[in-house]
Each structure stands twice: as C-alpha cells, then as structure tokens.
C-alpha cells in the first residue's frame, strides 16, 4: 500500500480547482501502479501515462506561476491554439492522463466495494474488467481491446496484487483495503474535479486509438 499512501493526492480547495504542482508531484508516482497488474500488456498504459504527465510538467515549468493550476493551463492553450484546440498541448495529455487515472480509481474502488467473480473470487479480473469497461474501451479500437482482454484474463490473485501495492509485504486484505479507502478520497475528487472542467470548457475528445 506504500505505492498509494506515499504520495497523497491534496484535498481540493473549495473552487475545486488543482493546483499543478502538486497535482504533477502526486500523480508522478503511479505509473508502477501498472507492474502490479502482473501482464506486460499494461505496460503501453504506463508508458503513455508517464508520457503525458511529462508532456504537462513541460508545460508548467515553462511558466508556473501563469499555469498555476490546471485549469490555467487549458485556457491558455484554448487561446494559444485556437482551432487546433483541445488537440495539442498538455490539454490533450491531460485527457487522456484523466483516463487512465479513472481506471486505476475504479479499479481500486471495485475492489473495496467488494465486487468479486463468485467463481474465481480471489482474482481481480472482475474488477480491472469493470474498470477498464468505463474508463477505457470506448476510446480504443478492436485491435487493443483484444489486447486488453487479454491482459484482463491474466490479472494477477487479489493477495498477489495487495502485495505489490504494499512494495513486497505482507499485508492483512482488509488492513489494506482500509489504507486504499483513505487514498481514493483525494484521488477521486481530484479526478471528478478535472473531468468536470473538461466538461465545462467542452475539451473532451471522443476518437479511438
């Protein structure tokens, strides 16, 4: 549960907006939450989530006191960019880092929730089948929801998961799954909080890959 607990997500402000900085520092820690999965299938998701956030940090640093937060940055790429808006920039990397973080919340929130295979109910195939169902497939072609299905087939025990959540200790399931309750709070206000600004400034894209 190290990899969560760590690296907190903040709580969010009242306007319910996200600080980048912080918001960059929190989220630069999951990638590996993908090595826990156990399938090498994941690891495109990984790497294009690393890809994105790198692409928005550049961003930042380019000027962090006018891209303070995320919303910032959008409204001055809606401006710099005109037409090709929202398909540049970090407004496109953030989409798509929105997705990807949706998946891991959802995954992780199924699991708490209890949600099981009745026939297989040690695995989390049930829960990364979910996940990947609302968050992910319908912004990708056939070819890589085949592939997923397979990665989803081949997801890993739920003991085997906690443990590589936890870096390799044992650990007691409802111990941990109390620990991924407290990480989920900040995370998914944090992850509403910027689906909900893609929906007010209308940057949500809808292709598939």
């Not at 962090?64 to 409204?75: C, D, G, M, S, Y």
Request: glycine fraction near 4%.
């Amino acid at each position: 549960m190290a990899l969560l607990l760590d690296h907190q997500f903040r709580q969010l402000p009242a306007d319910r907006q996200v600080e980048t900085r912080p918001f960059l520092e929190a989220v630069s820690h999951l990638p590996p939450f993908f090595d826990c999965l156990g399938s090498t299938v994941f690891a495109p998701i990984k790497a294009d989530i690393s890809g994105n956030i790198t692409k928005i940090r550049a961003v930042y640093d380019s000027n962090p006191a006018r891209f303070k937060t995320l919303n910032q940055i959008l409204e001055a790429e809606k401006e710099m960019h005109g037409t090709e808006w929202p398909k540049v920039g970090a407004t496109l990397a953030l989409m798509w880092l929105k997705r990807g973080l949706r998946f891991i919340q959802l995954l992780l929130q199924s699991l708490v929730d209890g949600e099981r295979d009745d026939n297989n109910p040690n695995l989390i195939r049930v829960n990364a089948s979910k996940a990947y169902e609302l968050a992910l497939r319908r912004y990708h072609g056939w070819l890589v929801q085949k592939l997923f299905q397979a990665a989803l087939y081949a997801a890993p025990y739920r003991t085997e998961f906690l443990k590589a959540l936890s870096k390799g200790r044992e650990v007691k399931e409802e111990e941990c799954f109390e620990k991924i309750r407290k990480f989920l709070v900040n995370f998914t206000a944090t992850i509403d909080a910027i689906y909900e600004m893609y929906t007010k400034l209308n940057a949500e894209l809808d292709y598939t890959v």
